[in-house]
């Protein structure tokens, strides 16, 4: 296989590691996959190639080409840095700090599947990745009970989300704070499966369906 391969594989959903990181990568950019590839310098069907085979193994100058084209590094874009916590890059010259307006934060939050949330608990403060979906205006999420998430129910807590994009040394981040209760009623725990982006990563039995009423959103960007 080269890098010009132009035999049409079929459509189907990316296979393997770095075909699904290629296709959320340029979805996250907005761009198609005939863009991307222009960007690259290589044919549309190796791009697709590459994101719908498990199998494809691509050489290193294609994947500098891909991660330039990409706006990312080859590490990420190849799950190199999957370990490793976001942020040990240097700081960009000349950052720019903005507040995000409650129109874009409420955009931002409703894009993204997974959030992290500031629990009290006996112990003291907790924060827990939980997936979450915003449903009429709020942050809803299941788990289950005794689960350290449930413990957010009739409390004060903190959701934040945020995006860290290495390359740049620039991200953004969008806290809400709200008041949690558990959701009792079955008509509503019904609507809320129906509606829910995705299922609770972790898995297992999870039928506590618990929503976050917020009552202050706010968020920042930096930008180079």
Not at 66 to 82: F, H, I, Q, V
Not at 105 to 114: E, I, P, Y
Not at 122 to 134: D, E, M, Q, R, T
Request: proline share 7%; with cysteine.
């Amino acid at each position: 296989m080269t890098e010009q391969h132009t035999a049409k594989a079929p459509e189907g959903t990316p296979s393997g590691d770095l075909g699904r990181r290629l296709a959320a990568r340029r979805t996250q950019l907005g761009l198609t996959r005939e863009e991307t590839a222009d960007r690259a310098g290589m044919d549309p069907g190796y791009l697709r190639h590459l994101e719908e085979h498990s199998d494809a193994s691509p050489s290193h100058g294609a994947l500098l080409r891909l991660a330039g084209a990409l706006e990312t590094t080859l590490s990420s874009l190849t799950g190199g840095d999957a370990d490793q916590p976001p942020g040990p890059g240097l700081a960009g010259h000349s950052p720019k700090f903005t507040e995000l307006s409650r129109t874009e934060c409420g955009d931002l939050l409703s894009t993204h599947g997974v959030g992290r949330l500031a629990v009290p608990t006996a112990k003291g403060p907790v924060i827990v990745p939980v997936n979450y979906s915003v449903i009429d205006g709020t942050i809803v999420f299941r788990t289950a009970q005794g689960a350290t998430p449930s413990l957010a129910v009739g409390c004060p807590v903190a959701f934040e989300i945020d995006r860290i994009d290495e390359a740049f040394s620039q991200g953004w981040s969008v806290l809400v704070r709200g008041h949690a209760r558990m959701v009792t009623d079955l008509g509503e725990a019904r609507l809320l499966a129906r509606r829910a982006h995705s299922t609770p990563w972790a898995g297992g039995r999870r039928d506590v369906w618990v929503r976050i009423e917020p009552y202050a959103v706010t968020g920042r960007r930096i930008t180079v």
